[in-house]
């Protein structure tokens, strides 16, 4: 439902964005903008007030990502009151242009 709501509001905003080229633009939105993206983990890092996890994470192949260590939104900042550094997590998260990464699932992996 969300992703249809998204869907159909792309091209409205789009619409609106003062270009007229984009009224008649009828491609669908990049499908790709609310994918979501498993994988595995260490946290290097938790920042609670700041919502977000320095994560050394493992080779991303469908995105091309090699390892490396790097910093995430958390959608759900609860989430990151179950994660301590050392930990070794599984997480989810989709790609948000010009921003860190949102991880939308975070756990533990005991
Ligand atoms: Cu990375």
Same mark, same amino acid.
């Given at each position: $439902?969300?992703?249809f #709501? @998204?869907?159909? #509001?792309?091209?409205?905003? #789009?619409?609106?964005?003062? $270009?007229?080229?984009?009224?008649?633009?009828?491609?669908?939105?990049?499908a790709?903008?609310? &994918?979501?993206y498993?994988? %595995? +983990?260490?946290?290097?890092?938790? /920042?609670?007030?700041g +919502? &977000? *996890?320095?994560l050394?994470?493992?080779?991303?192949?469908?995105?091309?990502?090699?390892? $490396?260590? $790097?910093? =995430?939104?958390?959608?759900?900042?609860a989430?990151? /009151?179950? #994660?301590? *550094? +050392?930990?070794?997590?599984? =997480?989810? =998260?989709?790609?948000?242009? +010009? %921003?860190?990464?949102? @991880?939308?699932? @975070?756990?533990?992996?005991k």
């Amino acid at each position: $439902m969300k992703k249809f #709501l @998204i869907a159909a #509001l792309a091209p409205w905003v #789009l619409g609106s964005a003062a $270009m007229p080229a984009y009224a008649a633009d009828t491609r669908p939105p990049k499908a790709e903008a609310q &994918k979501s993206y498993a994988a %595995r +983990g260490e946290v290097v890092a938790v /920042d609670k007030m700041g +919502g &977000k *996890v320095t994560l050394k994470h493992e080779a991303v192949a469908e995105l091309k990502w090699p390892a $490396m260590t $790097m910093f =995430f939104a958390v959608a759900d900042k609860a989430q990151l /009151d179950a #994660l301590d *550094v +050392g930990d070794r997590v599984e =997480f989810q =998260f989709v790609k948000v242009n +010009g %921003r860190a990464p949102l @991880i939308t699932q @975070i756990k533990p992996v005991k």
